[in-house]
């Protein structure tokens, strides 16, 4: 009983840690590549909006890097307080990336420090700039190493097991494992879109609330093209997910599209409903697209949950997670088309009420699709820890204690969600963009013609 318990008690924790964890990590990848990007611009147009830009989008940043330093020091212990039997076997060969992933966290908070503390102190218009390339480097290293861990639980190799010990381990081959490149490539895609996404709604809100102004639609302007630009390359990397998954995990995506028998020119289901019987109701059927989408042909095969053994089955409720990832990643790119066709299309205002409103909701929709798509990512490889060598009942800790870990971690979520919120709105209310502009540019009227 208390196994059991403990193996259930295990899962919710390191879940919550990761929905919890996932939010400042994707801001830590993205938002250094918006910073860099709005200096750049600011510097070649010799703009001090965008430069003013980059420094308020850095303040937040900073508070955002702080708490995910805890979050991703949670999940470091609670791998060896939670899942000690898979760090047992898989420590040899994960050991090298979570090192790397730490160092790369090192390396881009040593150069995140250079930037903040250095404004204004150099002659050379783009020295400081460059500051902001191994910032961006660091963060998307730090989710590349992090990321082949992952990818290295799906889709092991680069060991010999022999019974419970891994012996001639090649770390390289493992990082480098088969879901690597669609897994790293969708989560940096992801991330980038995602800050855009906040980004924008913030501004957005700001325009909603104070009016249009030169700063806030040159800001508007630019994280709406970062993010249309990264929802396409996400929707990419989406289309080389499901072609690795074809291949290397056919049960996950068979689960995922409800694909329970084996065949040719299989269609594509979104949405609908599953049965106790396993009868889909109400889906809308995309004739031979998942065919497509898995192999680049249309009359191609692919593998249904019939040739899968029954306890090997992900749990089917995966599809939803599946359908509202790739519904809300299609509403990000929708309404940032839709934007940048109204700022070309001159019968029309972007600035309109209902444009800026969808904008505002695109950003928790584009949170709210990052954390679907973890979902579905993480159980669709159940019953698996480590897919084909160790299952999670197996990794899990046997303590009857982790409910006292659980309520703990709960607690403190709680409290750095509460204050990360707290902190971040006194902190631009504190200093909001006119008492700054007015500081900055005396002689410059806000929201006038900057240049």
């Known amino acids: 009983m208390f196994a059991y318990d403990s193996v259930i008690l295990a899962r ?126 660091g963060g998307g290293l730090s989710a590349v190493f992090i990321t082949s861990v992952n990818a290295f639980m799906n889709t092991p190799q680069g060991f010999t097991l022999e019974g419970r010990t891994i012996t001639s381990v090649e770390p390289l081959t493992a990082i480098l494992n088969p879901a690597t490149p669609s897994k790293v490539f969708h989560v940096l895609t992801s991330s980038y879109m995602t800050c855009g996404a906040i980004l924008a709604a913030l501004t957005a809100f700001f325009i909603l609330k104070y009016g249009n102004n030169k700063y806030y639609k040159k800001a508007l302007k630019l994280t709406m093209i970062v993010t249309l630009v990264f929802s396409i390359f996400t929707a990419i990397a989406g289309d080389t997910s499901a072609k690795f998954l074809a291949t290397y995990q056919p049960e996950k995506l068979a689960a995922a599209e409800w694909h329970f028998e084996t065949e040719k020119g299989a269609d594509l289901i979104l949405f609908g409903k599953l049965t106790e019987d396993n009868e889909i109701k109400g889906a809308i059927h995309l004739p031979k697209l998942l065919s497509f989408l898995s192999f680049g042909d249309f009359n191609s095969e692919v593998i249904g949950l019939d040739r899968v053994d029954a306890d090997l089955i992900p749990p089917l409720w995966i599809h939803y997670m599946f359908d509202l990832m790739v519904t809300l990643g299609a509403y990000s790119i929708m309404i940032s088309m839709l934007f940048l066709v109204f700022m070309f299309w001159k019968k029309r205002d972007q600035y309109n009420k209902w444009l800026l409103r969808a904008i505002v909701v695109n950003a928790p929709f584009a949170m709210l699709a990052l954390e679907f798509g973890w979902i579905y990512a993480e159980v669709g490889r159940q019953p698996w820890i480590m897919r084909g060598y160790l299952r999670v009942a197996e990794g899990a800790v046997s303590s009857p204690y982790v409910h006292y870990a659980f309520a703990m971690f709960l607690v403190l979520y709680v409290l750095l969600g509460t204050f990360v919120t707290l902190i971040l709105v006194r902190l631009y209310k504190k200093n909001p963009i006119q008492k700054e502009w007015e500081q900055r540019f005396p002689d410059t009227l806000f929201g006038g013609d900057q240049r």
């Open 12 to 137: 919710m924790l390191t879940s919550m840690t990761l929905v919890f964890h996932i939010i400042f990590a994707t801001i830590g990848v993205g938002v250094p590549l918006l910073i860099s990007a709005a200096e750049y611009v600011g510097i070649r147009k010799r703009d001090p909006s965008y430069i003013l830009l980059a420094r308020r989008w850095t303040r937040g940043f900073v508070i955002i890097v702080a708490v995910g330093v805890v979050t991703g020091t949670a999940i470091g212990l609670q791998l060896f307080l939670l899942w000690p039997t898979f760090m047992q076997i898989a420590g040899h060969v994960i050991s090298l990336p979570l090192f790397m992933e730490t160092f790369a966290f090192f390396f881009e908070a040593i150069f995140l420090g250079a930037y903040i503390y250095t404004w204004d102190r150099f002659k050379g218009r783009y020295t400081h700039w460059y500051l902001s390339l191994p910032v961006i480097i």
